[in-house]
């Protein structure tokens, strides 16, 4: 944003307690646009409502913020390749927690 891009934020991790508003305030500090149900179980729907709502309005980076992940929880990963198919993202970016230590080769 401070570069003049045009950035909003979905919030589509419908799985953490708290994560939209936490997300909603986030985006308010910044003073960057933000989309996202609060009631709405479907990630998938929101992040497709989401990436919608900023491509018809122009926006150059949209982020969309989805639930963690973890080994255990297959349905988090196919719920991934959902949004990921649903949304088509120029890039995808994994973020993954700094103190997992050796557990990250398994």
Same mark, same amino acid.
């Given at each position: 944003? %401070? =570069?003049?891009? =045009?950035?909003? @934020?979905?919030?589509?991790? +419908?799985? =953490?307690?708290?994560?939209?508003?936490? @997300?909603?305030?986030?985006? /308010?500090?910044? %003073?960057? !646009?933000?989309?996202?149900? %609060?009631?709405? +179980?479907?990630? #998938?729907? *929101?992040?497709?409502?989401? #990436?919608?709502?900023?491509?018809?309005? %122009?926006?150059?980076?949209?982020? #969309?913020?989805?639930?963690? =992940?973890?080994? &255990?929880?297959?349905? @988090?990963?196919?719920?991934? @390749? &959902?949004?990921?198919?649903?949304?088509? !993202?120029? +890039?995808? *970016?994994?973020?993954?927690?700094?103190?997992?230590?050796? /557990?990250?080769?398994?």
């Amino acid at each position: 944003m %401070k =570069r003049g891009w =045009r950035v909003g @934020l979905v919030c589509a991790d +419908t799985f =953490r307690a708290g994560a939209f508003e936490q @997300l909603m305030m986030n985006a /308010a500090k910044i %003073k960057c !646009p933000f989309f996202g149900h %609060k009631n709405e +179980t479907d990630p #998938v729907k *929101i992040a497709e409502e989401g #990436v919608t709502f900023f491509r018809e309005k %122009k926006f150059e980076i949209i982020i #969309v913020d989805t639930s963690g =992940r973890h080994k &255990q929880e297959e349905s @988090l990963f196919n719920e991934m @390749l &959902q949004v990921e198919a649903t949304i088509k !993202p120029d +890039t995808s *970016i994994f973020v993954m927690d700094g103190s997992i230590g050796q /557990a990250c080769y398994a």
